[in-house]
């Protein structure tokens, strides 16, 4: 092991398994084997392996399980870690204690005895290895989240919203797109003038988001309302309201 460690691995670059494990037959068909043996000088290490090889004991038929299992749970992002690097696994998962096996080349989690996600093992360093379908399945219910959160706040401020979410539902309309549609009304609009316009495309019997929004415009307008302007800050900017101060305060001469 100490010839192996200084005359192959030491300084040797390995990136992949498979790659390595090519890189080493090579090292010991044309070095390490064919070297002089270090006890008998006139016979080289291949000699003497070939002497001592019908001595040593036979590999067992069935090979040895030397798969590593630990107990995982997985977190909320539906991924379990294992040495510096994170799997995924489905969302349902998340949350639950796993088992994790992993091979030289594979890695997968069980929960109990069902397999719920298989990887090929990742030898680098602080990776994320993600099957697309569980990344598609994230998305999924991370839209029906929204649109759950989106419509319940709908609910919440004009009850008789569900009025026009049934004629959405005859019409085939997307209530992914419209509940997003309608909650950026009410942000641009306001409460008050929102709820007229529903009001009022209920009363008219209409649908339609576009006439939802000329409504909301037409009740901006009637209230001498100024322009309302759609402003979108980006994710490092935690507080989107500035409260105003007094700055007469700012006058007062220091207590001392």
């Excluded at 068909?29 to 002497?51: M, N, T, Y």
């Excluded at 019908?54 to 749970?73: E, G, I, K, M």
């Excluded at 204690?97 to 109990?112: E, Y």
């Excluded at 759609?230 to 220091?254: G, K, W």
């Amino acid at each position: 092991m100490r010839y192996l460690r200084e005359r192959f691995f030491a300084g040797r670059r390995i990136t992949d398994l498979a790659a390595g494990n090519r890189e080493l037959t090579r090292f010991l068909e044309d070095i390490a084997l064919p070297r002089p043996h270090p006890v008998f000088k006139d016979r080289s290490v291949a000699d003497v392996l070939a002497e001592e090889r019908p001595q040593l004991l036979p590999l067992p038929a069935t090979p040895p399980a030397t798969d590593r299992v630990l107990s995982v749970t997985a977190d909320k992002t539906a991924s379990v870690r294992f040495d510096t690097n994170l799997y995924s696994v489905p969302p349902v998962a998340a949350g639950k204690a796993l088992t994790l096996v992993a091979s030289d080349t594979l890695l997968r989690v069980l929960d109990g005895a069902l397999e719920v996600a298989r990887h090929p093992r990742c030898w680098g360093r602080r990776q994320l290895i993600e099957l697309p379908e569980h990344r598609a399945e994230i998305l999924r219910l991370k839209r029906a989240a929204q649109e759950l959160k989106g419509r319940d706040r709908l609910r919440a401020l004009i009850p008789a919203i569900d009025a026009l979410y049934g004629r959405w539902i005859e019409a085939g309309r997307s209530l992914r797109h419209t509940t997003a549609f309608a909650n950026r009304l009410l942000d641009l609009y306001g409460e008050a003038i929102f709820t007229h316009a529903v009001t009022d495309i209920l009363q008219r019997g209409l649908h339609d988001p576009g006439a939802l929004a000329q409504l909301c415009e037409q009740q901006r307008r009637s209230h001498s309302r100024p322009v309302p302007i759609e402003i979108t800050l980006p994710s490092h900017i935690p507080d989107r309201d500035v409260i105003p101060h007094n700055l007469e305060d700012y006058d007062d001469p220091p207590q001392r």
